[in-house]
């Protein structure tokens, strides 16, 4: 059975399906993030002393870097399809598969330093909201990651038969990367600055 | 949406400009932090510089500049729900439930109460 409005607007929402559910999907994980960052909020007011200077802001600020700019290579990474240029998308997806790769590299290094020094999630509270939030970060940039391996691996045929459903899943691909990079826009300075 | 190809271009050099206001951005929020601010004005400055970027990553690269109402319905619903929730320390402080009440004429009345058992 063929799914309705995958690719046409729906003519009461004037949206596709696909748009308004990733918008949907994105709305939950506000809330999740949101949860987490409610519960830093009660953890830090309440506590006697939080550790300040515990994490290497450069490597953060390098890992910001790196997000900024695979937002910006998948937003081009759609923008070469609506103009039409495939192979020119394929540079830009790649790149920003990379991009995520070398965040995640950062953060392996990050965590091992800790790792290696006895700063566990249970060494102190500051430790555990850090490891909670950068590891339900990283879990999504993986996920990320799995889905940009589909769409340059197998997914990547459905160009050839049909293009603006392929496009439809770029775009919504990429609504949730720059979601990913919003949600470390906030994490970035709450725990490595503040 | 951007489906016209001349629109598309023209919009290529608004995400290059964003991006690069994103870097300058994350600068300026690493150099604040160097400076030691007190820490009232540190917190603010870095949420304030983090808010304005996440808008523009929002407004441009999520393209809600331009989105249809039912985006936006969907998100004022999440905005309302985001801001409960970010209340919630709040409601946690103002709990009163289980706490004992220390007024002195309720206790010297509940301890002459038991005296009487």
């Not at chain 1, 910006?72 to 920003?96: C, E, P, Q």
């Not at chain 1, 490891?131 to 197998?154: C, D, E, F, Q, S």
């Not at chain 2, 001349?6 to 932090?33: D, H, P």
Request: with cysteine; proline share 4%; charged share 10%.
């Amino acid at each position: 059975m063929e799914i309705p409005y995958i690719v046409d607007a729906r003519p009461d929402t004037g949206l596709h399906n696909c748009k308004l559910g990733i918008w949907l999907f994105l709305a939950s994980e506000v809330m999740l993030f949101g949860a987490l960052f409610s519960t830093y909020i009660i953890l830090r007011t309440g506590a006697v002393e939080w550790p300040f200077g515990e994490l290497n802001v450069w490597l953060g600020m390098a890992n910001t870097f790196i997000l900024i700019g695979s937002s910006v290579t998948m937003v081009m990474a759609w923008a070469s399809l609506k103009l039409n240029d495939f192979g020119k998308h394929r540079l830009y997806l790649i790149g920003t598969f990379v991009l995520a790769g070398i965040f995640l590299v950062n953060k392996y290094f990050e965590y091992a330093d800790h790792v290696t020094r006895g700063e566990l999630p249970s060494h102190s509270t500051f430790l555990a909201v850090y490891y909670t939030m950068t590891g339900l970060h990283g879990l999504h940039i993986v996920g990320g990651m799995v889905v940009m391996a589909y769409l340059l691996g197998p997914g990547a045929k459905m160009w050839k038969t049909r293009p603006d459903q392929f496009s439809n899943r770029i775009e919504a691909t990429g609504l949730y990367w720059h979601f990913v990079d919003l949600v470390w826009i906030f994490l970035f300075p709450v725990l490595y600055l503040l | 949406m951007h489906s016209d190809a001349a629109e598309v271009k023209k919009t290529i050099r608004t995400y290059l400009m964003v991006g690069a206001a994103l870097f300058v951005g994350t600068v300026i929020t690493v150099a604040a932090n160097q400076i030691h601010f007190a820490v009232p004005l540190a917190i603010t400055a870095a949420l304030v510089i983090a808010s304005i970027k996440g808008s523009m990553v929002a407004a441009v690269f999520m393209h809600l500049s331009h989105e249809k109402r039912w985006i936006y319905g969907s998100l004022v619903l999440t905005v309302v729900f985001f801001i409960v929730l970010m209340m919630l320390p709040v409601l946690t402080t103002a709990d009163h439930i289980g706490t004992p009440i220390h007024a002195p004429s309720a206790l010297s009345g509940a301890e002459g109460g038991h005296e009487g058992h």
